[in-house]
């Protein structure tokens, strides 16, 4: 099975159906464990992702967090978000089948806070600078939860 059409096509078949042109097809084992289109506009969930989705229905059909053993087909490089959860997620490898740059003439998705051509810039930015209004409000019984957590789990910081 070619998995990278298989990518484009439920793509283009979102877009068909009035959703935006991005897909996710998640493979183990060369079989697919998941596939999602994107689902923004659908479902109006800014977090309604292809990637995320699809990472959702692997995790759960798999019953772990990790998906380590997989491949992970997007048709785009992937936004901040779905970005930070591939690498949460940890598959072996993703591949994205065009870049911003070659779908720009196209398509963009430009938010109040957020422009793709500035975000990766944005993000490394000391909290205190970023465009999105931010405050710390320190609260030490919001410190406590991770102290418990730690407890629960013999002393150990690290999720298993």
């Known amino acids: 099975m070619n998995f990278a059409q298989r990518t484009v096509d439920l793509a ?3 877009v068909e159906e009035g959703g935006r042109p991005f897909a996710t097809v998640i493979v183990k084992d060369g079989e697919v464990l998941a596939e999602s289109a994107n689902q923004v506009a659908q479902t109006h969930d ?12 692997a995790c759960m059909t798999l019953g772990t967090e990790h ?5 992970i087909y997007v048709l785009a490089h992937p936004c901040p978000m779905c970005l930070g959860s591939l690498y949460y997620c ?4 993703v591949v994205f ?11 963009v998705d430009d938010r109040k806070y957020f422009e793709l051509s500035t975000f990766y810039e944005e993000f490394a930015t000391d909290w205190a600078q970023r ?3 931010m405050r ?3 609260l030490q019984a919001a410190v406590d939860v991770y102290r418990r957590w730690n407890e629960r789990n013999g002393g150990e910081r690290r999720v298993t």
């Open 67 to 71: 998906l380590t053993g997989t491949t």
């Open 136 to 138: 710390h409000q320190p």
């Open 46 to 57: 800014p977090t309604a992702h292809a990637e995320i989705l699809a990472i959702r229905q």
């Open 97 to 107: 089948l065009t870049t911003r740059e070659a779908y720009a003439p196209y398509y």
């Open 12 to 14: 283009r078949r979102n």
């Open 90 to 93: 940890s598959p072996d490898e």
């Open 131 to 133: 465009r999105l209004p």
